[in-house]
């Protein structure tokens, strides 16, 4: 007896097409693998990723500010830094700008957007794209909610090839791909977080920002630490200079710490404990105190006397009000 498919239900029957399952695929290593990459190499390893699914000789991931044609932090695949700089400086001869920030999430190519004829003569080919040996590029941009920049990626194709346009296949391809990039980037980031947390002993909240102090991602309790601190704070820049922030600011009741992150600053902040009181010193000693090192194993250890070590665990002993290594080892597991 025949099976009738009701046509409405077709389509869903049909297997999907070798390309979509293949853009499908990368999709899921995105997400599968990103966490297990190197944060700071994440995009640079994204974009490989690409290579299998479109055709393309050079790529750029950057992040920056549409309205003050300032480049935030960017990932150059197979063109030189310098091309940064040129692109900052060709913006008044470059209509795709406005194009992007006007049609987030659409890809453009930009000799189809000329005409192939006019492209290679415009001023925008001839001054930044000529120099690098590009002679396509498609491109898409749309803003992050979180930093307010603008996201974009751009592929380009040189002239060590036959030139050929981005087909309209592929530039559904980037279409679809980019809000997965975007998306695997910030879960990457969060994902990496509990690695890069150093704080001992009390809850701290991460972030990322650039050298503008502009949030790219952040933990929901930095930003409510932040609101807390700064009352009418909302970001995306944040309330202090990463730069010159030293390791402990106490003025607005929270401390920071900052390390570089590739071209990015990751910020950690936490409020502090009766545990901060304590040096460095004091705080690895009383660490090792007390999860049972003896105090002869710490001298060993540290390569200090043992007179030096039992000047430590009184100080801390006095800081943190106990007077036992059990009182002490209590102290630091449940309530920092």
């Not at 030189?80 to 992007?100: C, F, G, H």
């Not at 990015?264 to 901060?276: C, F, G, M, S, V």
């Amino acid at each position: 007896m025949p099976t009738h498919v009701n046509p409405a239900n077709r389509d869903r029957l049909r297997p999907r097409p070798l390309r979509e399952r293949h853009i499908d695929s990368c999709i899921e290593r995105l997400y599968r693998d990103g966490p297990d990459i190197e944060i700071e190499d994440f995009r640079s390893w994204a974009l490989k990723l690409l290579t299998p699914h479109i055709d393309f000789d050079a790529a750029l991931w950057l992040y920056g500010d549409y309205a003050r044609v300032r480049i935030h932090s960017a990932t150059l695949q197979g063109l030189p830094e310098d091309y940064l700089a040129r692109l900052v400086e060709t913006q008044p001869v470059n209509p795709v700008s406005d194009l992007q920030y006007t049609n987030p999430g659409r890809a453009i190519c930009v000799s189809t957007l000329y005409g192939a004829e006019a492209f290679r003569e415009s001023a925008l080919y001839r001054q930044l794209y000529r120099p690098y040996g590009i002679e396509e590029v498609l491109t898409i941009a749309a803003q992050n909610e979180t930093s307010g920049l603008s996201s974009l990626v751009s592929l380009f194709r040189t002239r060590g090839h036959r030139p050929r346009p981005f087909s309209r296949q592929t530039i559904r391809d980037l279409e679809r791909l980019f809000p997965q990039l975007i998306g695997a980037a910030s879960n990457a980031y969060f994902r990496s977080f509990a690695s890069k947390r150093s704080v001992r002993h009390t809850r701290s909240y991460l972030s990322t920002c650039d050298q503008y102090g502009c949030l790219h991602e952040a933990e929901q309790g930095f930003l409510e630490l932040m609101a807390q601190a700064h009352p009418g704070w909302t970001g995306p820049r944040l309330p202090f200079d990463p730069a010159s922030d030293s390791a402990s600011n106490q003025q607005t009741g929270y401390r920071v710490r900052v390390s570089a992150l590739a071209d990015l600053y990751l910020i950690e902040a936490w409020l502090p404990t009766a545990y901060d009181e304590l040096t460095a010193r004091e705080q690895l000693v009383a660490d090792l105190f007390s999860t049972g090192a003896s105090q002869k194993e710490i001298s060993r250890k540290l390569q200090i006397s043992l007179a030096t070590v039992a000047t430590y665990v009184q100080r801390a002993y006095g800081k943190l009000q106990v007077n036992s290594r059990d009182a002490l080892n209590r102290l630091l597991q449940n309530e920092f």
